[in-house]
């Protein structure tokens, strides 16, 4: 406490959402916008220390955001409530990627799918398989999940990627999935899969455009590769 009564954070917070108003979020470092994030959460303590934990322990802010629920109650500080206030963030954070790609006249932005993608799955402690199905004008009719593994496999058949764009009446995907391991360099089993899938869509005139990996680290196209 300070000489008036009140808790000594109440000035820090009052700072850092000052310095926010003024310089924006991306201006501060991960522990800093994740406080932010942690005030409305944590009303009645010091959230520097839980923010500070919270990044040591999952890597960044966005690794924080993606942690499954109950890995982020591990932490000191952290209860059920808090731990799904974040998660309800990060259910924001891709509704608003979503709407980012949703809402352009087609999927040509490159960045916005691929901002996209990873904050479906950069940080997954699991390897998780999606689809973008396109039409003619490339406009994403749907995304979804085809597969989830382990955290160095997921398992695709190439027949059902093909069957699920016929039923969508798609004339073009985007595969993405993601490396827990943080690096997306794509394996000899990655290449063999997509040739896969794309010489068995070629079969019904669907077109495969790019397999993306994504990871911690960056992401890789295999299409910019030169790999299909």
């Given amino acids: 406490m300070d000489d008036g009564g009140a808790p000594h954070f109440l000035g820090h917070r009052e700072r850092l959402v000052?310095?926010?108003?003024?310089?924006?979020?991306?201006?501060?470092?991960?522990y800093e916008l994740l406080e932010l994030v942690l005030f409305k959460a944590l009303p009645r303590r010091d959230v520097k220390p839980v923010a500070k934990a919270l990044i040591a322990r999952f890597g960044g802010f966005a690794g924080v955001l993606a942690a499954p629920l109950d890995r982020l109650t591990?932490?000191?500080?952290?209860?059920?409530?808090?731990?799904?206030?974040?998660?309800?963030?990060?259910?924001a954070a891709q509704r608003q990627a979503r709407g980012a790609?949703?809402?352009?006249?087609?999927?040509?932005?490159?960045?916005?799918?691929?901002?996209?993608?990873?904050?479906?799955?950069?940080?997954?402690?699991?390897?998780?398989?999606?689809?973008?199905?396109?039409?003619?004008?490339?406009?994403?009719?749907?995304?979804?999940?085809q597969a989830e593994g382990t955290v160095d496999h997921v398992p695709v058949y190439p027949r059902e990627v093909v069957r699920r764009a016929l039923e969508l009446a798609a004339t073009a995907v985007i595969l993405v999935h993601n490396?827990?391991?943080?690096?997306?360099t794509p394996s000899q089993a990655d290449v063999k899969m997509t040739r896969e899938v794309a010489a068995a869509a070629a079969t019904v005139g669907v077109v495969v455009h790019d397999h993306l990996i994504v990871a911690r680290d960056g992401h890789a196209s295999l299409k910019g590769l030169g790999l299909i």
């Fill in 179 to 184: 490396h827990p391991s943080g690096d997306p």
């Fill in 18 to 30: 000052a310095r926010f108003v003024e310089i924006g979020g991306e201006a501060l470092p991960d």
């Fill in 74 to 91: 591990e932490v000191e500080g952290v209860g059920r409530s808090t731990a799904i206030h974040l998660k309800a963030i990060e259910a």
């Fill in 101 to 145: 790609i949703e809402a352009r006249t087609s999927l040509t932005s490159f960045t916005a799918v691929l901002d996209y993608c990873r904050s479906r799955m950069a940080h997954s402690d699991r390897e998780h398989f999606r689809i973008l199905f396109l039409d003619k004008r490339n406009q994403l009719i749907r995304d979804e999940k």
